[in-house]
């Protein structure tokens, strides 16, 4: 009896073992990660690319809009790799933007960090993203 109760034990957390959902962006997280924006958007996103891939994702795609530039670094020096895109505008280099992609298992997540002056409507822009 005890040994199927222990059975069962061990299928529940070794069925929970998967990587846990990404946790909702706290308040104020934008300004504790050094993002160099007022923030009137923020939301979190899954990447089906690790973060270095997932960043060259997200660059080609904000490029592809021309009014829209972008820069990227990339964090190896850890266990966890990560990686930053901050989004500008072409006319006059102002950041309204930020993507910061944190490696989770064989993929990554992201805090999408947003301007109130972004130039195009945010839902739009995210979807962007998809197929990162």
């Known amino acids: 009896m005890k040994q199927s109760r222990l059975g069962i034990a061990l299928l529940l957390l070794l069925a929970g073992c998967q990587l846990p959902p990404p946790a909702e962006p706290e308040p104020g997280a934008a300004a504790r990660s050094g993002v160099p924006i007022e923030v009137s958007g923020e939301s979190l996103h899954t990447f089906q690319l690790e973060p270095r891939q997932a960043a060259a994702c997200v660059v080609r795609h ?23 895109v901050e989004i500008l505008k072409r006319d006059g280099n102002k950041v309204v933007g930020v993507v910061s992609i944190r490696q989770q298992g064989p993929s990554s997540s992201a805090v999408i960090w947003t301007a109130p002056d972004f130039p195009e409507p945010r839902n739009e822009f ?3 993203f998809n197929g990162c």
């Not at 904000?62 to 930053?84: C, I, K, P, W």
């Open 126 to 128: 995210i979807s962007i």
């Open 62 to 84: 904000v490029e592809a809009r021309n009014y829209l530039l972008a820069r990227s670094s990339v964090d190896t020096t850890n266990d966890f790799g990560t990686a930053r």
